[in-house]
Every structure is written in structure tokens, then in C-alpha cells.
């Protein structure tokens, strides 16, 4: 993101908090432990004091794992206080109270800042890559999701706005939880057929999800919702989904974690996805057997088959 936007002509400083990242995306204008053989926009700098990366800035995009989006929006209120526009592509939930990272900011910059959520199907190689990429921008403030898309439009990064930031988020977050349950049904070699009732499935209970939450049904169908569940389920780029490979090839959580190198963002958001399905009394299978095996250790083997077992019914229901 930080390419692109230099590439759009913005005057772009990317914070990194690996001293050697910053070293090789300045020297070699390549970020080689994630994106190998890229060559990033040339007029991108990179630092890692947090402090000169935001003096000047009028706009922050954050893009850290959602578990440490909390921390990173402290460190910028203590350097900034609510000075900056806020826009963030992370994709998950507050870990420790499950919120909206929407409600984090609102608890920490005051309602009336004004942020924006980017959320989609884009993998990070492909966009560096300026492969065709569309997102969704929500935000709290119209005038704001539209200024956030006319930086980011080009003729190859289609930007839409939307208000609807529930919807927005809770897509980017779930999406991640039915990613490693399609890993688990390919590991096990369960097949196509079984992939899209998965990930079908998945998005009839992200709906009933949503609709108790306040989100939209068409933002769920949309890039957000539908159409990054569709990418993150099917395409082994998905570091979630190459996690649910690896639990059904009988890794251990922490070792599936070791094998990716990376973070995995639906172990939190299984978390989390759990106990909004008990809180609100919703029916939500895939998600039940997804967290007996991440948090409680049941087989992979074992979860796929308590999904097939389930009673007949109707569908939609």
C-alpha cells in the first residue's frame, strides 16, 4: 500500500519496526522477506522512528496485525494526538475485548476524528505487483471515504466507498476463520464440492452474524464480505488458509504457526468469532468446529466430519 500510494504521487514515509527491513527497502527498494523480486516505488522512503515517519503527516494508513492495532494507535496519539486522518487495512477484531477496531478509535482519537477502514480481496504480492485490485473504503465520514479513494484510484486499484463500517470490518475479520476451515477440507482432500459448501455456508453465517450486529447485507456480498471470503478460501497466498493445510497435515497449532512465518489472523478472530456466536445466540457450525480445533484441540478430521453429521434443514436457515 505504501508503494502504491507513492506511486500515486503521494509523499509516502513507511514506518517499519525491523531496522534491516527499513535498510533493504532503502538500498535495494525491495522488501525481500515479503515481497521477494518487487521492486517498490522509488520515491518511498522508509524509516524506523515512528516519530519523523508521522511529523509531517496529514493521513496515517495503519497496516500491522490486528492484535497490535491498539498499541500502534497509542504510540501515534502520543505523537500526534488526533491531528492525523486515520485509515487502517487491518483485518480482525480487538483481541482482548473483541470490539471493532472502529470502537477503538472512537475510545482513542474521540468520535469526531475522522478514519477509514480499507477492506477487500487483495493479496499484498499481487497489489505490489499493480496486478487489477478493487477494495471497499468505509468510513465514519462521508467526505473522508471519498478523499481516501480518489488517492488510492488508478487505472489498474479500483476504490469504492461505503458508510458501512460494521459490515466492512466484520467481513475482513471473519473471512479469515472460514479460510482455515477450507485449508482443513483440502488438507484432508475433501474436494471442490465440499471448498464451496464451506465457504457458502461460512457466508450464510457471516449474514446472520452481521444482521445481528448492524451490518448490511450488500456490504457482505460485496468486495468486503463475499469477495475476499472467496479469495482468502481458495488461493494459497492466504496465510490462513495455508494454516488450515497444516493443521489438517497434523501440525500443531504453534507449529502450523512456525511453518507460515507470519501472523495468522483467524486464530484471534476464532476467538473472537466464538464469543460473539454465544453472546448473540447464533448458529454458527463451521465457526464451533474451526475453534474446537484451534483453541481446543480437536482433530481436524474429527471437526470436518461433526460438520457433515449435522441434521438435515433448510437452506437459509
Known sequence: MAS???GCGHQVVLWSRRPETADTITHQRENTRYLPGITLNAALRCTTDMASAVAAANDVLVAVPSGSFGQIIDQLVAIRGNQCGVMWACKGLDKDSGCFLSDLLDEKLGSDARYAVL???????ELAARLPTAITVASNNPDYSLAVCEWLHTDR???YSSDDLIGVQLGGALKNVYAIAAG???GLS???NARVAL?????????RLGAKLGARQETLMGLSGMGDLVLTCTDNQSRNRRFGLALADGLSVDDACRQIGQAVEG???TRVAAQLMQ???IDMPVVEQVHAVVVEGKTAHSAVEALLRRERRREGS
Open 4 to 6: 502504491h500510494l507513492a
Open 119 to 125: 477492506s477487500g480481496p487483495t493479496f499484498a504480492t
Open 157 to 159: 486499484f479500483r476504490a
Open 184 to 186: 482443513i477440507s483440502d
Open 190 to 192: 475433501f474436494g471442490a
Open 199 to 207: 465457504i457458502t455456508r461460512g457466508l450464510a453465517e457471516l449474514t
Open 267 to 269: 486464530i484471534a478472530a
Open 279 to 281: 453472546q448473540h445466540s
